[in-house]
């Protein structure tokens, strides 16, 4: 498939956007390259493809589309389009990103699950690629939602705020999964947390 760049310098160019997929292409800059941009909706994960002005990829990586986790391998390629690095982001981790939610679910529970309207959690980890010496951690925030499906504007809205008293976040060990609950703000350091 071949990209007008021309086309992209006028704003983002959305091939798909339907309740299952989105695919989106937009330009860094005009000396930087092109962002294509593909989340699954089902599953909650984003897939980062960054290329050259030329159209030779440069970086593959994959984010969790509610959260700053990064997923699986991310990759950087050279102009000739081989793989000059690798980052491993599940390095150390037993517990996956999706195992974490469910054992978020499961200490949440069914009726509240309903009754609150969870449907997305926000999910956090230790990268143990930047800090070797953190404990792996999930931190897993849900995501309560109006009757409509449309996010709360604010805290003072959102019933399951207000039901917890504040936000609700699950520590999540990322070798155990054993868990813990707090309510609280997101905290930088993951160490001494369970």
């Not at 499961?106 to 959690?121: M, P, S, V």
């Amino acid at each position: 498939m071949n990209i007008d760049i021309n086309e992209l310098k006028k704003g983002e160019l959305v091939l798909i956007d339907n309740e299952l997929y989105s695919v989106t292409y937009s330009l860094y800059s005009a000396s930087r390259g092109v962002l294509n941009i593909k989340i699954d909706k089902q599953l909650g994960v984003v897939k980062y493809l960054d290329y050259s002005l030329e159209g030779k990829i440069s970086q593959v990586s994959f984010n969790s589309s509610s959260g700053e986790a990064k997923l699986f391998k991310e990759y950087d390629f050279d102009k000739e389009g081989n793989i000059v690095k690798e980052i491993d982001n599940d390095k150390g981790y037993t517990i996956c990103w999706q195992e974490a939610i469910e054992i978020c679910k499961k200490l949440i529970g069914e009726r509240e699950l309903r009754k609150y309207n969870i449907k997305d959690f926000a999910l956090r980890r230790a990268d143990l690629n930047d800090r070797p010496n953190d404990t792996p951690l999930w931190i897993v925030r849900p995501i309560a939602r109006k009757e409509d499906g449309s996010v709360y504007e604010n805290n003072l809205q959102d019933k399951y705020y207000k039901h917890n008293k504040g936000d609700l976040y699950y520590y999540i060990d990322g070798t155990t999964g054993k868990s813990k609950k707090k309510i609280m703000k997101w905290t930088l350091s993951t160490n001494d947390q369970l």
